[in-house]
């Protein structure tokens, strides 16, 4: 015979109960929620709108005005074949795999360093984070001028009588990419290690003391425990810096406009000149849906890492 557990009946009443005075997650904070409703419209409505009038009319041949004549994948047949657009996208790939690595080893390795609790941590944390503060057209012709052969590095150190030192990477196409590198490492690198200091700040103090305990040496422990710890930090880092790299624009027009030839050409100048400059609107739509394409290559991985994975925990 079955025994049944009266003590079970009065606490399931009490869930049940509970579960009935508990407001429905949609009705919670209704009034913020009411309020973001024109926020939201607007925001998805323009980014989804133009986003879809952009890719329409990047079928079309459309030049000083647009206009819905198709002609197919014509714009981007013509786009892929253009030695300008690859030379960018190669420029791109170069300026984005360098920019990555360093701008994360660099911020990562500054925070590690704050986070020692240094004496005049906030007075270091300023002055690596006040770039960022700048816009990227003031950047360029900072550095714009300190590369500069007549008065920048080259000139103080020939000054000093090292008369044959040369560096003059924003004239040279072999290297012009990397001079504006720095400018871009120099302004970003503050952001990340502003996101690393504070995810290693939100690791617990007793993962340290238990390493120490077991004997495991500071390099070890960031690399076997504290970075894969911090793996979302990684990765929120990872979009906000491939996301700048994609549009990168006003800082190569500030140090070089492009040049010296098709040296520093970047997608995002491509299609600037190509929609306002060369009045080719359909060229310029093709190029642009090509960079949302690779935005949506970036975003979407990400989204599901971090919200996937929720899910499935």
Not at 16 to 21: D, G, H, K, P
Request: with cysteine; hydrophobic share 50%; net charge positive.
């Amino acid at each position: 015979m079955a025994v049944v557990d009266q003590s079970a009946a009065p606490v399931s009443a009490e869930r049940s109960a509970a579960r009935a005075r508990k407001p429905n997650k949609l009705f919670r904070n209704l009034t913020a929620k009411i309020a973001m409703i024109p926020l939201v419209f607007v925001s998805v409505g323009v980014f989804v709108g133009f986003t879809i009038w952009t890719i329409v009319y990047s079928f079309t041949s459309s030049k000083l005005l647009p206009k819905l004549n198709f002609v197919g994948f014509e714009q981007y047949t013509r786009l892929w074949a253009d030695r300008r657009w690859l030379q960018s996208i190669e420029n791109l790939a170069i300026f984005g795999f360098f920019s990555l690595i360093l701008t994360l080893v660099v911020g990562f390795t500054l925070a590690a360093l704050l986070d020692r609790k240094i004496r005049g941590e906030d007075v270091f944390r300023t002055i690596i984070l006040y770039p960022f503060a700048l816009s990227f057209i003031v950047t360029g012709l900072v550095w714009q001028w300190i590369l500069n052969p007549q008065f920048g590095i080259q000139h103080i150190v020939q000054s000093l009588g090292w008369t044959s030192f040369q560096f003059d990477p924003l004239n040279n196409p072999d290297i012009v990419l990397y001079g504006i590198l720095i400018a871009g490492i120099w302004q970003g690198t503050g952001l990340i290690m502003c996101i690393m200091l504070a995810g290693l700040r939100g690791i617990d103090d007793d993962i340290w003391k238990a390493a120490k305990v077991d004997g495991i040496g500071t390099l070890k422990t960031y690399l076997r425990i504290i970075i894969p710890m911090m793996r979302p930090v990684f990765i929120t880092s990872l979009v906000l810096i491939a996301a700048g790299i994609i549009k990168v624009y006003d800082l190569v027009v500030a140090q070089t406009s492009g040049g010296p030839g098709l040296a520093s050409q970047m997608p995002a100048m491509y299609v600037y000149d190509y929609m306002f400059g060369g009045q080719n609107l359909g060229q310029g739509f093709a190029a642009s849906t090509m960079m949302l394409v690779t935005v949506a290559i970036i975003l979407i991985p990400w989204a599901y890492l971090e919200f996937g994975g929720k899910k499935r925990g």
